[in-house]
């Protein structure tokens, strides 16, 4: 009572406040107009608009522009490569003030001690007392992701239903098996009806379904998507009462389609995410403010552009007392030049100021637990376990394009034949290989892609979407084999092998993320992408990152995993060669 006490009583001006933040327009979310006025802050919570406020603490805006706090609805953290405390140091600089994150790549490594990892490392994070960043962690709900592949953990339905009544899980995680939903399958049931019971939100993935099979899934409870494929998939999803996530990741990327969907009427059911962002891309370009500027340059109105990546995201999560700048709500703020730029000039959380002219103001002591070390085990191989037997001459391949990086075609392509081996000289196709790296079984799955564009070695990386195991590409078996060899030495991280010599940057937390500084980060792993962009990558498809997605069994149309060819709309294993 003596917290409600003093912030009536600072918004009555008979105390000092804590802070107040002069000189802005504060937008109004639930107006769209802005405001000139100071913002009364204190217990971490806005008081009051208005002038002739007093503060211990008073903070001149210089004209900027208030904002609430952005909020990433849909992330995977381990995606920027960066440890958590690195991560949060340059999401907070971009106006970040919450993130629901999805821990399913670590936990796809080191089981639900790889969340938990995740969750700590978050937590020792303090400004003043203060967490700069609020986290919503999900319980990842496909682990593995699909039956075709070897993780390094399994949670199935009962481990679902313990687990997701933990207070460490907000939500149960994107449920990418919509196959096993539609077909009612008991262990996904389970997990479906542990977070309704739980009334924790559940997050969806279903690219490209609709009518009665999009019906069923929204059955399951599923509140929002970011895999969508067109314009009129993203209204039909919203006229069905999902939400759909605009996402702006590194390589996915379905914010210009996303756009031409949303109106005047219907903006209220877009939420902004950005799913999977790299370091050098987060350090280059942003975070969110990255994602509002695109979705201003694609046609929408500021206005609704800053609701989308706000109010939306909160009252989509039933986040109490976030997404706008008013009386009774979080002081979750971010100062921005301009509601077109949205470069950010400072971060306040909880009223605390955390980040200030592209810099963090806070630090985070190294965590690292044995839990996620020394995750990568492989047998050792030679170049003839990359080997395609091949009779017919004609072999399946993978698909891939500038264009839509993330979804692969299936295409019949004729190779030569030489010694009942696959002969690739002067096709253009590059050999890919999915190693199992959890067990060191030896398992390995073959396959070709076509349109890479890559030539004269070798690159790899642990970080495989969804089960995380080694993926390899090259057009020569030796310096493939040599690529597992360098990532099984390095603990994870990315490998290069060429006719001038070899490269690595390792990945010593669950082979996924670096524990170094983010500055190291980008440099080490930008500089290796750019070497391996220079070896013939075809422009638009991004090296590593793209080729993290080739064994991503949930998207259409044709994956590779460490079992081998996946026919994703068929949801089955396939062959490689085509009699």
Known sequence: MADLKKRIDCAMKRKKCDLVIKNVSVFNVFTGKTEACDIAVADGAVVGLGSGYEGARVYDGQGSVAIPGLMDAHIHVESSTLSPEAFAQIVCAHGATAIVADPHEIVNVCGVQGAEYMKESF?????????????????????????????????????????????????????????????????????????????????????GLSGDGLNAYLCGGMRTDHENLTPEECREKVARGMYVQVRCGSSTNNLADVAKACDGFNFRRFITCTDDKNARDLSQRGHLDDLLRRLVAAGVPSERAVVMATLNVAECYRLKGKGAIAPGYCADIALVNDLKDFRVKATFKSGELTAENG????????????????????????????????????????????QSTIVTHEEIVSVGVKNGFADLTGTGLCKLAVVERHFASGRIGLGVVKGYGFKGGAIGISVAHDAHNLVVLGDSDEAMAR???????????????????????????AGLMSSAPLEEVVKGAGDITVHAQQMGVTEGIESFMTLVFLSLAVIPNLRLTDHGLVDVNRFEIVPLEVN
């Open 123 to 207: 937590h020792r994070l303090s400004v003043n007392g203060t967490s700069p960043l609020d986290v919503y962690l999900q319980l990842p709900s496909c682990v593995p992701a699909t039956p075709f592949e070897t993780s390094g953990a399994v949670i199935g339905g009962r481990e679902t239903e313990r687990e997701l009544a933990r207070d460490i899980f907000f939500g149960l995680g994107e449920v990418m098996s919509y196959p096993s939903v539609l077909g009612a399958e008991e262990d996904m049931l389970r997990k479906l009806q542990a977070a309704d019971e739980l009334g924790k939100v559940a997050d969806g993935h279903a690219p």
């Open 359 to 402: 810099r963090a103001l806070f630090e985070g002591k190294r965590y690292l637990p044995d839990s996620v070390l020394g995750t990568v085990h492989v047998k050792d191989l030679s170049a003839k376990d990359f080997a395609i037997p091949c009779k017919s001459g004609k072999l399946r391949a993978l698909g891939v394009s500038p």
């Open 483 to 509: 690529v597992v060899a360098l990532l099984k030495k390095t603990g994870g991280g990315m490998a290069l092998v060429s006719a001038e010599g070899e490269e690595t940057f390792p990945f010593d937390i």
